[in-house]
Protein backbone atom coordinates (compact mmCIF):
# COMPACT_ATOMS: atom_id res chain seq x y z
CA UNK A 1 0.00 0.00 0.00
CA UNK A 2 1.36 3.63 -1.10
CA UNK A 3 1.51 6.16 1.55
CA UNK A 4 2.24 9.66 1.95
CA UNK A 5 3.19 11.04 5.13
CA UNK A 6 3.34 14.93 5.02
CA UNK A 7 4.96 17.55 7.78
CA UNK A 8 4.23 19.65 9.60
CA UNK A 9 0.84 18.85 10.45
CA UNK A 10 0.30 22.27 11.40
CA UNK A 11 2.07 25.56 10.93
CA UNK A 12 0.91 28.89 11.65
CA UNK A 13 3.23 31.91 10.96
CA UNK A 14 3.15 35.74 10.22
CA UNK A 15 2.68 37.64 6.94
CA UNK A 16 6.28 37.85 5.44
CA UNK A 17 8.00 34.90 6.59
CA UNK A 18 8.91 31.88 4.22
CA UNK A 19 8.51 28.31 4.69
CA UNK A 20 8.76 24.81 3.78
CA UNK A 21 6.07 21.97 3.48
CA UNK A 22 6.77 18.59 2.73
CA UNK A 23 5.39 15.23 1.15
CA UNK A 24 7.00 12.29 2.18
CA UNK A 25 6.64 8.29 0.79
CA UNK A 26 8.72 5.28 0.62
CA UNK A 27 7.04 4.73 -2.91
CA UNK A 28 7.92 6.05 -5.87
CA UNK A 29 5.07 7.86 -7.84
CA UNK A 30 4.85 8.83 -11.44
CA UNK A 31 4.21 12.31 -11.12
CA UNK A 32 3.12 14.08 -7.85
CA UNK A 33 0.01 16.62 -7.67
CA UNK A 34 0.16 19.37 -4.68
CA UNK A 35 -3.52 21.15 -3.78
CA UNK A 36 -4.54 24.29 -2.04
CA UNK A 37 -8.09 23.67 -0.16
CA UNK A 38 -9.51 26.44 1.76
CA UNK A 39 -12.55 26.14 4.75
CA UNK A 40 -16.00 24.15 3.10
CA UNK A 41 -14.74 24.17 0.05
CA UNK A 42 -13.05 21.56 -2.48
CA UNK A 43 -9.37 21.22 -2.93
CA UNK A 44 -7.77 23.39 -6.10
CA UNK A 45 -4.92 21.93 -7.99
CA UNK A 46 -1.66 24.14 -7.56
CA UNK A 47 1.12 22.03 -9.74
CA UNK A 48 1.78 18.92 -11.40
CA UNK A 49 5.29 17.89 -11.06
CA UNK A 50 6.49 14.80 -13.74
CA UNK A 51 10.44 14.07 -13.63
CA UNK A 52 12.88 13.62 -11.18
CA UNK A 53 14.66 16.94 -9.73
CA UNK A 54 11.71 19.18 -11.14
CA UNK A 55 11.31 22.96 -10.24
CA UNK A 56 8.11 24.59 -10.63
CA UNK A 57 7.30 27.98 -9.90
CA UNK A 58 3.69 29.59 -9.43
CA UNK A 59 4.54 33.47 -8.44
CA UNK A 60 5.61 32.66 -4.45
CA UNK A 61 5.70 29.05 -4.52
CA UNK A 62 8.40 27.01 -5.31
CA UNK A 63 7.54 23.25 -5.48
CA UNK A 64 9.92 20.42 -6.04
CA UNK A 65 10.19 16.61 -6.94
CA UNK A 66 12.64 14.68 -5.46
CA UNK A 67 15.29 12.93 -7.71
CA UNK A 68 14.09 9.56 -6.70
CA UNK A 69 10.11 10.13 -7.29
CA UNK A 70 9.92 9.56 -3.72
CA UNK A 71 9.28 12.70 -2.19
CA UNK A 72 8.12 16.43 -2.55
CA UNK A 73 8.57 20.13 -0.92
CA UNK A 74 6.42 23.06 -1.27
CA UNK A 75 8.45 26.59 -0.50
CA UNK A 76 6.07 29.59 0.01
CA UNK A 77 8.06 33.34 0.19
CA UNK A 78 6.78 35.76 1.77
CA UNK A 79 3.65 34.07 3.19
CA UNK A 80 0.71 36.35 2.70
CA UNK A 81 -2.47 35.61 5.13
CA UNK A 82 -4.01 34.66 1.46
CA UNK A 83 -1.98 31.45 1.27
CA UNK A 84 -4.23 30.36 4.49
CA UNK A 85 -5.52 27.05 3.86
CA UNK A 86 -4.80 22.78 3.75
CA UNK A 87 -1.76 21.93 1.16
CA UNK A 88 -2.64 18.18 0.12
CA UNK A 89 -0.02 16.19 -1.84
CA UNK A 90 -1.25 13.48 -4.00
CA UNK A 91 1.09 10.45 -5.80
CA UNK A 92 0.33 8.96 -9.40
CA UNK A 93 1.33 5.95 -9.58
CA UNK A 94 2.38 4.84 -13.43
CA UNK A 95 -0.72 3.98 -14.50
CA UNK A 96 -2.15 6.99 -13.69
CA UNK A 97 -5.24 4.87 -12.01
CA UNK A 98 -4.39 4.77 -8.64
CA UNK A 99 -3.83 8.15 -6.37
CA UNK A 100 -2.91 8.45 -3.29
CA UNK A 101 -3.20 11.27 -1.14
CA UNK A 102 -1.21 13.15 2.24
CA UNK A 103 -3.45 13.62 5.20
CA UNK A 104 -1.93 17.57 4.25
CA UNK A 105 -0.44 20.58 6.13
CA UNK A 106 -2.61 22.83 7.33
CA UNK A 107 -1.30 26.63 6.86
CA UNK A 108 -2.10 29.87 8.95
CA UNK A 109 -0.79 32.78 7.80
CA UNK A 110 -1.48 35.61 10.18
CA UNK A 111 -1.01 39.47 9.47
CA UNK B 1 -14.05 26.98 -17.14
CA UNK B 2 -14.24 23.70 -15.85
CA UNK B 3 -17.00 22.94 -13.34
CA UNK B 4 -17.93 19.90 -11.13
CA UNK B 5 -20.98 20.38 -8.90
CA UNK B 6 -22.59 18.86 -6.09
CA UNK B 7 -26.11 18.22 -5.18
CA UNK B 8 -25.98 20.09 -1.42
CA UNK B 9 -23.30 22.18 0.26
CA UNK B 10 -24.72 20.79 3.44
CA UNK B 11 -26.97 17.84 4.30
CA UNK B 12 -28.55 16.62 8.04
CA UNK B 13 -30.26 13.16 7.89
CA UNK B 14 -31.23 10.52 10.81
CA UNK B 15 -29.48 7.59 11.07
CA UNK B 16 -30.93 4.92 8.79
CA UNK B 17 -32.14 7.33 6.19
CA UNK B 18 -30.79 6.28 2.39
CA UNK B 19 -28.90 9.49 1.24
CA UNK B 20 -28.23 10.52 -2.20
CA UNK B 21 -25.16 12.84 -2.78
CA UNK B 22 -25.04 13.86 -6.32
CA UNK B 23 -22.35 15.38 -8.78
CA UNK B 24 -22.10 16.59 -11.84
CA UNK B 25 -18.95 17.18 -13.90
CA UNK B 26 -19.17 19.41 -17.88
CA UNK B 27 -16.19 18.32 -19.27
CA UNK B 28 -16.66 15.44 -20.75
CA UNK B 29 -14.12 13.33 -18.39
CA UNK B 30 -14.75 9.72 -18.42
CA UNK B 31 -13.34 9.39 -14.72
CA UNK B 32 -15.45 10.33 -11.75
CA UNK B 33 -13.66 9.58 -8.22
CA UNK B 34 -15.39 9.95 -4.82
CA UNK B 35 -13.79 10.70 -1.39
CA UNK B 36 -14.40 11.37 1.97
CA UNK B 37 -12.57 13.96 3.88
CA UNK B 38 -11.87 13.53 8.10
CA UNK B 39 -9.71 15.46 10.08
CA UNK B 40 -5.89 13.93 10.55
CA UNK B 41 -6.92 11.39 7.79
CA UNK B 42 -6.93 13.03 4.43
CA UNK B 43 -9.14 12.02 1.52
CA UNK B 44 -9.92 8.43 1.28
CA UNK B 45 -11.30 7.73 -1.81
CA UNK B 46 -15.12 5.00 -1.21
CA UNK B 47 -15.59 4.80 -5.27
CA UNK B 48 -14.29 5.21 -8.36
CA UNK B 49 -15.41 4.91 -11.73
CA UNK B 50 -13.85 4.83 -15.42
CA UNK B 51 -16.93 4.92 -17.93
CA UNK B 52 -20.45 5.15 -17.59
CA UNK B 53 -21.94 2.35 -16.27
CA UNK B 54 -18.35 0.82 -14.52
CA UNK B 55 -17.92 1.70 -10.75
CA UNK B 56 -14.61 0.02 -8.93
CA UNK B 57 -14.27 -0.04 -5.20
CA UNK B 58 -11.82 2.49 -3.24
CA UNK B 59 -10.58 1.54 -0.17
CA UNK B 60 -13.54 2.09 2.42
CA UNK B 61 -16.64 1.26 0.06
CA UNK B 62 -18.55 -0.44 2.98
CA UNK B 63 -21.87 1.33 3.16
CA UNK B 64 -22.10 3.57 0.53
CA UNK B 65 -22.86 2.51 -3.22
CA UNK B 66 -22.65 4.43 -6.69
CA UNK B 67 -24.68 5.03 -9.53
CA UNK B 68 -22.95 6.08 -13.38
CA UNK B 69 -26.29 6.41 -15.80
CA UNK B 70 -24.49 8.94 -17.91
CA UNK B 71 -21.04 10.43 -18.14
CA UNK B 72 -21.16 13.59 -16.73
CA UNK B 73 -23.19 12.51 -13.40
CA UNK B 74 -21.62 10.05 -10.63
CA UNK B 75 -24.01 9.52 -7.96
CA UNK B 76 -22.68 8.61 -4.14
CA UNK B 77 -25.48 6.52 -2.40
CA UNK B 78 -25.58 5.49 1.48
CA UNK B 79 -28.03 2.97 1.81
CA UNK B 80 -28.20 3.42 5.68
CA UNK B 81 -27.07 5.99 6.91
CA UNK B 82 -25.14 5.53 10.61
CA UNK B 83 -23.35 8.14 12.08
CA UNK B 84 -19.98 7.40 11.49
CA UNK B 85 -20.76 8.17 7.89
CA UNK B 86 -20.28 12.29 8.99
CA UNK B 87 -18.25 13.38 7.05
CA UNK B 88 -16.94 16.19 4.52
CA UNK B 89 -18.06 14.26 0.70
CA UNK B 90 -15.93 15.32 -2.23
CA UNK B 91 -16.30 14.54 -5.81
CA UNK B 92 -13.74 14.63 -8.10
CA UNK B 93 -13.51 14.61 -11.98
CA UNK B 94 -10.12 13.72 -13.77
CA UNK B 95 -8.83 14.25 -17.05
CA UNK B 96 -7.31 11.59 -18.65
CA UNK B 97 -4.59 13.41 -20.35
CA UNK B 98 -2.92 14.98 -17.36
CA UNK B 99 -4.50 13.49 -14.56
CA UNK B 100 -5.33 16.74 -12.64
CA UNK B 101 -8.21 16.45 -10.64
CA UNK B 102 -11.00 19.02 -10.60
CA UNK B 103 -13.14 18.92 -6.99
CA UNK B 104 -16.58 19.77 -6.14
CA UNK B 105 -17.23 22.09 -3.61
CA UNK B 106 -18.24 18.93 -1.04
CA UNK B 107 -20.87 17.89 0.76
CA UNK B 108 -21.24 18.45 4.39
CA UNK B 109 -23.21 15.26 6.06
CA UNK B 110 -23.94 14.86 9.37
CA UNK B 111 -25.91 12.07 10.42
CA UNK B 112 -27.81 12.43 13.64
Known amino acids: TQLLEQSPQFLSIQEGENLTVYCNSS?????LQWYRQEPGEGPVLLVT?????EVKKLKRLTFQFGDARKDSSLHITAAQPGDTGLYLC???????????FGPGTRLSVLP | DVKVTQSSRYLVKRTGEKVFLECVQD?????MFWYRQDPGLGLRLIYFSYDVKMKEKGDIPEGYSVSREKKERFSLILESASTNQTSMYLC???????????FGPGTRLTVT
Open chain 2, 92 to 102: ASISGETYEQY
Open chain 1, 27 to 31: SVFSS
Open chain 1, 90 to 100: AGIDNYGQNFV
Open chain 1, 49 to 53: VVTGG
Open chain 2, 27 to 31: MDHEN
